[in-house]
């Protein structure tokens, strides 16, 4: 990560192909009736969409760089928030999607936290940080999910 533009290239990115992942997601569980997973990765989205509106208005005056999808550095083929797409199985559990999603997470929390710890550039650490912490609440959030579940008790979607 050499530039805040690259580093605010790439949380644009990921943070649009997770709403989108999840956005689908969504839709799938919704079409085949698994209404209560559908409102689960929904919400996901809606969460992914903030974090591109903030990554968006902060690149608002800079020139940020187009990204060629085919030289990404993605450790895997896709970017690391994106929840694994066999999670568009309609017969999918509640319990699956939300292990799913917290993998998804974890990997945005790791992809970020991996940029703060190897960048040396000030300001990129800064905004490193901040995005570090907003995926450490996201993944805090679906392990209380997860145990609320587990307990057979209701989650934040539910309401």
């Known amino acids: 990560m050499q530039t805040v533009e690259e580093f605010l290239a790439y949380a644009i990115l990921l943070e649009k192909e997770a709403a989108d992942r999840y956005g689908e997601l969504a ?3 919704e079409a085949s009736g698994n209404r209560e997973v559908g409102k689960l990765f929904r919400r996901l989205s809606d969460y992914s969409r903030l974090h591109l509106a903030d990554a968006t208005a902060r690149a608002g005056f800079r020139e940020v760089p187009d990204l060629r999808a085919d030289n990404l550095g993605w450790r895997d083929f896709e970017n690391p928030e994106t929840a694994a797409i066999w999670a568009a199985d309609p017969m999918i559990g509640r ?10 997470e974890i990997a945005g929390y790791d992809y970020y936290r991996n940029v703060r710890d190897t960048t040396t550039d000030p300001e990129i650490r800064v905004l490193a940080i901040e995005f570090t912490e907003e995926e450490s609440e996201h993944v805090a959030e679906l392990r209380k999910w997860i145990a609320a579940h587990k307990a057979g008790k209701s989650l934040p979607v539910d309401r």
């Open 95 to 104: 319990e699956q999607a939300l292990e799913i999603a917290l993998d998804a």
């Open 27 to 29: 839709d799938t569980m």
